[in-house]
């Protein structure tokens, strides 16, 4: 070797010790915002669903509701394309595109979603409660159900959007009654009307009130026409989720179907021009009217005497069956 | 040993510490560095530990085509991740280099998706396809929902460390499904030069002081010294040859010091 080489050799050695060694992995650092969804990604799943809802609203066309609504939300909106398209004065209904507040959750799994409330609408109307749901990571989120608030009824305290709600399993006995035991008997108090043992489990709600009324009301009509009233109520566990609030309570958001059956004898039956766009075939004596309806439950806190009740819901007809 | 000695072995030293440290100054690493790593994979990812790294500045990914980046919560990048080939940059093997392992994926949904250099152009003539004859130009790879934050480019995209939230994970994928090119992470690394200028500095004095010492025994300085010495003693306050004044102490001087006369008493012998 020669002498340069070794002097060129002693200098890289000599100068490798200038520089620091490269860092080296560490810790983990925390995040900042665990919530599921950030501010801005929320208000840009919000921004993207109204631009769709708006076109869709204005085409009278549920066919355009490619990505940001689905499930429900399509169903009742579609429905109500298609009445609006036959009668003069059915218009949609409004729906709120500036929100008070946006529940997000700190899922780490899906399908997940995350609710906002609107601000009142203009009519007097009740603000609106709207759910997202991301049924996979690869999804979007898509609009699927909404549903005006009772009047009367406020919405709990729920974490803010940097940390997020925690989801609650259905089962999950840290409330009382548990999100599943509150949704089915709540569906069960639907079922039996204002007489059921279950009446007391639950505070007084204008939406039930109103199914009941109807369906006295609609049953007393069929009898008298020699027919039958029947209301087919079931809840559609796998889309419910659950929230839980700030002070421990929870808000359990559930789709329900509901079917009314409404059938004469020795009659044909001749619906409503408003309803007629929805009748799928020819009424004859029996016709079905199928509802997505959307509640919100609040579970209180374990502790206090309050009783569940529901804070939002709404009765939507999708379609008419015979 | 002489100083003149002592002085040239002394500059010999610190020439060799002038030209080491001008070496090393030539030679020292600049602080800024930029790290590249190949990459074969249409995605690439970095986890929060590598972004936590002290000292990263910009990352830079390159395609051939479109990119884009994006972060996102560390399980919603990990569940996007499972249905994707991405290459993840696990940290630094050198300055020079990045360690990486690549986790390959099978797509069925986006394997009749993905780009062909044979993609057979559209038979309609007004189409985009048709005029360039160039390959589909996106991948599916689902909703952007599941990001936090984006960002776009051609060819190229480049973004600030710390505009990334701590606890995020960095993704970049190319837009048309195709591997991407690098990735590079640019970085501030401290460099130990604070010793350089100073050895320079002292190697110069050493190595002009033996300078000095050298040339000094090379040329006959005897006349300067004469001259030298002269001068000094015409600036002495006494003249050569010039007689003392009588009785000064210069006089005295000259004349030696005398011892005083004592007198001293015998032991018992009294006046």
């Known amino acids: 070797m020669r002498r340069a080489d070794v002097a060129t050799a002693a200098a890289v050695l000599l100068l490798a010790g200038c520089a620091s060694a490269p860092p080296v992995p560490g810790v983990t650092p925390s995040l900042e915002v665990e919530a599921a969804l950030t501010e801005s990604q929320a208000a840009a799943v919000i921004e993207a669903t109204f631009a769709e809802l708006g076109a869709a609203d204005a085409a009278r066309n549920s066919e355009l509701f490619t990505s940001r609504v689905a499930g429900n939300a399509a169903l009742v909106r579609g429905a109500e394309y298609t009445v609006a398209r036959n009668v003069a004065d059915a218009p949609v209904s409004e729906l709120p595109g500036q929100m008070q507040g946006v529940y997000v959750s700190q899922s780490a799994t899906w399908p997940r979603m995350f609710a906002a409330v609107s601000e009142p609408p203009g009519d007097g109307l009740t603000p609106v409660v709207y759910m997202w749901v991301q049924e996979s990571v690869e999804q979007p989120y898509r609009l699927v159900a909404w549903a005006h608030m009772i009047p009367g009824a406020v919405l709990p305290a729920m974490p803010g959007q940097i940390n997020g709600a925690l989801p609650l399993v259905l089962g999950d006995d840290g409330v009382d009654p548990s999100p599943r035991t509150a949704l089915e008997d709540y569906v069960e108090y639907l079922r039996q009307g204002a007489d059921s043992e279950l009446a007391s489990a639950f505070a007084p709600d204008s939406y039930s009130e109103q199914l009941f009324g109807a369906r006295d009301a609609l049953a007393t009509a069929a009898q008298g026409a020699g027919g039958a009233y029947v209301d087919t109520i079931q809840p559609d566990v796998a889309s419910t989720f659950a929230l839980a609030t700030s002070n421990g309570g929870a808000l359990v958001f559930a789709p329900i179907e509901i079917a009314s059956s409404f059938s004469v004898s020795d009659a044909t039956l001749t619906l409503s021009a408003r309803d007629a766009p929805l009748l799928e075939a020819t009424a004859t004596d029996k016709v079905t009217y199928n509802y997505r309806d959307f509640v919100v439950l609040w579970i209180p806190p374990p502790g206090q005497e309050q009783l569940p009740r529901a804070v939002a819901a709404e009765h939507q007809l999708v379609s008419i069956t015979p | ?271």
């Open chain 2, 1 to 271: 040993m002489t100083l003149r000695t002592t002085a040239i072995i002394a500059g010999a030293l610190g020439l060799l510490m002038l030209v080491a440290g001008l070496v090393a100054q030539a030679l020292r690493p600049e602080p800024a560095v930029v790290t590249k790593a190949t990459l074969d994979t249409p995605v690439v990812v970095l986890g929060p530990e590598v972004l936590a790294l002290p000292g990263l500045e910009r990352l830079a990914v390159t395609a051939t085509g479109g990119v884009v980046a994006h972060t996102a919560r560390p399980v919603d990048a990990q569940a996007w991740l499972a249905q994707h080939s991405a290459t993840v940059v696990t940290g630094y093997a050198s300055w020079e280099e990045l360690t990486t392992r690549t986790a390959a994926r099978i797509d069925p949904d986006n394997a009749s998706h993905a780009p062909s250099p044979t993609a057979e152009p559209s038979p309609s003539p007004g189409s985009d396809a048709a005029a360039t004859g160039a390959p589909k130009e996106t991948y599916e790879y689902g909703s952007d929902d599941v990001w936090r934050r984006n960002w776009t480019g051609v060819g190229r995209v480049s973004v600030a460390v710390p505009a990334i939230s701590p606890g995020e994970y960095f993704v970049a994928n190319s837009v048309d499904g195709s591997n991407l090119g690098t990735v590079e992470i640019s970085a501030q690394r401290q460099v130990n030069d604070a010793w350089i200028s100073p050895l320079i500095w002292l190697g110069t004095v050493l190595a002009i002081l033996g300078a000095l010492a050298a040339v000094s025994a090379l040329i006959d300085v005897r006349p300067v010294q004469e001259r030298v010495e002269s001068w000094t003693t015409k600036r002495s306050r006494v003249a050569v040859g010039e007689q003392p004044k009588p009785g000064s102490r210069r006089e005295r001087r000259l004349a030696g010091s005398t011892l005083p006369d004592v007198e001293v008493d015998e032991k018992g012998q009294k006046s």
